[in-house]
């Protein structure tokens, strides 16, 4: 029975991949339009893939150091291998993989949906959103072929050839190989989000400043030099960069339950192995669900409501996975189980899921509502805007700052909610439950782009006001639920941050981080500085783009007589190559803070302390980066947002003291400073704050037996030769019975 469930998890990420496969062909097939639009979607196309080809040329330079590193780490301790250097290679291939499957189906999507949109907004709606759909279900199920294939691999390699138990050093060694393969998946997305964030705002803000503000000319307009940059941008930052983001926080989180399952003593019909198996199948069911939720997204006619076609679509494979987790829970793991000395049931498992599911739900709902046009945060920048473009700032500063407060408690609620249920485990699994619908949440926060693209075209291709009116549903729709969508990913990294926190303080031997001790404090303020440090680098170097771009349009307005009048054709591909330039530089001190701060700390400070350890320092490290770094990120992104739509609102007109006031008034042009300085915020910075904490403690996980300070309990056991065999039949022992023994002879 274990043998059979076990090939279950790469077996459902190879029908997620199937599914992809077969939608990615019928948006294929749709009509692309006349010969302009093709042209401007080629020259989109064409520098999307050059800025892909770019990146992952800079990449590999990283990805051969880290694995002679990892291989050469890998040989001196007992619980690793040289082998986490291949595992860490793959996981960097598949995320990279993840990117461009996301890329190639986006620019093929953008002006089929423009296409559409010339005879209805239903279809509009059906080839973006099954062009999104394409982007989740590649994403998650490379994840979950990925991850379910190398840990059967490694389980076979490292436990069951050497006939080892379920709960020994042996299961730790191929869960500590296994998370190279997170190890690799996080590094390329952090890289991939940064720099795509960069490269996105750094051509969005130069075309707002020179085009609309300076010139006067619409968003999408043709005539402006940067505006195929700015279209490319949103493919490199909201495309590939999500799409790396999200496999890189699925895999997180599956692994850091698998870590956490390895303590557990369970008395199941699988050997012992059901809690580290269950957070891969419903990881892996989660994919079914999500393809059967697809099917809801749809309206009847251009009156149809898109946002609630995705709402649908989003809650039924919600629903569809809180149903089957009772029956998956039920079936696979034993009636009573214990981990760390907190013993808890199988219904408690359970319920831990749910609350998993209802946290992000309920933080995609809040995000929604501080981010979407005619809501309270978003008026309240509006009517703020008609007194300027100081007023304007101070509002969306003063709503990113209110829009932590709900978020932040339903986050400690579900945090302290699952482990009353389940201990750490159910901090862990209820993390596992939020992302087991990552394809459906992808398909709706890629359809935001390809929407936003679409519209471009459309705009640059001077297509008639019907279809600019769809693609203006469909983007407004896009910008709300790129929104949710980072509010869900911030929620997923704090919940699965913790739960990787938590295995790093088992693997390290660490029995409690006390903040009373001095250099443990001072490690915490380290680690909450980092975001803020990490978010100044990303948004400066968006500044320095954004001037070489402005600097560049403007000398293309000068210089090339007849752009205005349509007679000349911008050189896009010069703004195409800045962004591109500027996003590769600029990626790099960012991404080595993330990845060198916890090995300086962890390594830089063994045996100086005779009190302290190292491990512990840096569990101060980790704890003060993931509550500044999450706090950050929703600041961030949500004043982002809540500008953006800020400023989208004029389009149609706002009332303003009695008085309406439309695009190109001065409020509206507030509206356009609020906007530009969000753009980083919540394109850039904030997006890369659950990347920056997830990844710094994976990187810690990886490092914990290299600097732990107390030998691994099953060592500890044999030397006093009181290890007791554990009977899967009576459960008379348990395994928190032996450590308690053990540490009393200690």
């Not at 087991?436 to 782009?449: E, K, R, S, V, W």
């Not at 704050?689 to 990886?702: C, D, F, G, R």
């Amino acid at each position: 029975m274990e043998q059979a469930l076990i090939y279950v998890v790469p077996a459902l990420g190879l029908v997620g991949l199937i599914v992809m496969a077969i939608k990615s062909a019928w948006v294929t097939r749709q009509q692309t339009g006349d010969k302009n639009m093709m042209e401007l979607a080629g020259y989109i196309a064409d520098g999307a893939m050059a800025f892909l080809k770019a990146e992952w040329k800079v990449l590999s330079y990283f990805a051969v150091i880290a694995v002679i590193l990892l291989a050469w780490s890998g040989m001196s301790v007992e619980t690793s291998s040289p082998v986490i250097a291949i595992s860490f290679l793959i996981g960097a291939v598949f995320s990279a993989f993840a990117g461009y499957i996301g890329m190639n189906i986006a620019t093929k999507a953008n002006v089929r949906t423009t296409q559409a949109a010339r005879t209805s907004l239903k279809h509009a709606l059906k080839v973006s959103f099954t062009g999104g759909s394409v982007m989740g279900l590649g994403v998650a199920g490379l994840a979950v072929l990925g991850l379910g294939s190398l840990f059967i691999l490694f389980y076979h390699m490292y436990v069951q050839s050497v006939g080892a138990g379920v709960n020994g050093v042996e299961m730790e060694k191929a869960l500590e190989v296994l998370a190279g393969f997170s190890l690799g998946a996080e590094s390329i997305a952090l890289f991939a989000r940064v720099g795509g964030g960069i490269y996105t705002k750094a051509a969005d803000v130069g075309a707002d400043l020179v085009g609309k503000v300076e010139a006067g000319i619409p968003e999408d307009d043709v005539r402006n030099p940067a505006t195929i940059a700015d279209n490319v941008g949103d493919n490199v930052g909201d495309v590939a960069g999500m799409g790396a983001d999200l496999f890189g926080s699925y895999v997180a989180t599956i692994l850091a339950t698998m870590v956490l399952g390895r303590e557990i003593v369970s008395m199941d019909n699988f050997g012992g192995i059901a809690p580290i198996l269950l957070p891969m199948i419903l990881a892996g069911l989660g994919i079914v669900f999500s393809i059967m939720g697809m099917f809801f997204v749809t309206i009847k006619n251009d009156k149809g409501d898109v946002q609630h076609a995705l709402n649908m679509g989003n809650w039924s494979s919600i629903v569809f996975t809180g149903i089957a987790s009772f029956f998956v829970v039920k079936y696979m793991l034993p009636e009573t189980l214990s981990i760390r000395g907190y013993d808890f049931t199988n219904m408690d498992v359970f319920y831990a899921i749910i609350l998993g599911l209802i946290v992000g739900t309920l933080m995609s709902i809040i995000t929604e509502y501080y981010t979407a046009m005619g809501k309270r945060p978003v008026k309240s920048i509006i009517q703020q805007s008609a007194t300027g473009h100081a007023t304007n700032i101070i509002a969306g500063l003063a709503v990113g700052m209110e829009s932590t407060v709900l978020p932040i408690l339903v986050l400690a609620g579900g945090i302290m909610g699952s482990y009353a249920f389940a201990g750490l485990y159910g901090v862990a699994i209820a993390a596992a439950g939020m992302m087991a619908t990552t394809a459906m949440q992808l398909a709706i926060d890629a359809f935001g782009p390809i929407a936003d693209n679409a519209g471009g075209i459309a705009e640059m291709s001077q297509l008639p006001e019907e279809v600019r009116h769809r693609t203006d549903i469909l983007d407004a729709v896009g910008n709300t639920t790129a929104a949710s969508g980072k509010g869900f990913a911030i929620a997923s990294a704090a919940l699965t941050s913790l739960a990787l926190f938590a295995a790093f303080v088992g693997v390290a031997g660490i029995d409690a981080i006390d903040i009373f001790k001095a250099p443990v404090l001072a490690a915490l303020f380290v680690g909450g500085m980092i975001p803020f440090i990490f978010s100044s680098l990303a948004i400066a170097a968006v500044g320095r783009a954004a001037m070489d771009m402005v600097n560049e349009v403007r000398r293309q307005f000068r210089e090339i007589p007849g752009i205005m009048e349509y007679k000349a054709k911008p050189e896009y591909e010069k703004c195409v190559e800045i962004s591109t330039k500027a996003s590769l530089r600029e990626m790099l001190l960012p991404g080595a803070i993330a990845l060198i701060t916890p090995l300086l700390i962890g390594f830089g400070f063994q045996d100086v302390f005779e009190q302290v350890s190292s491990a512990e320092m840096l569990g101060g490290l980790l704890a003060g980066v993931t509550v500044s770094g999450v706090l950050m990120g929703m600041f961030q992104s949500n004043a982002g947002g809540a500008w953006d739509n800020a400023k989208k609102s004029f389009e149609k007109g706002v009332e303003i003291d009695g008085e309406m006031y439309y695009k190109k008034s001065e409020p509206h042009k507030a509206s356009v400073t609020g906007d530009t300085v969000g753009d980083p915020f919540k394109d850039t910075s904030g997006p890369s704050m659950n990347i920056l904490i997830k990844l710094m403690s994976i990187v810690a996980l990886i490092i914990a037996p290299h600097i732990s300070q107390s030998p691994h309990p099953d060592a500890v056991a044999e030397k006093y030769r009181i290890k007791k065999e554990i009977n899967y039949d009576n459960g008379k022992e348990t395994l928190p019975k032996v450590i308690s023994e053990i540490k009393k002879v200690n």
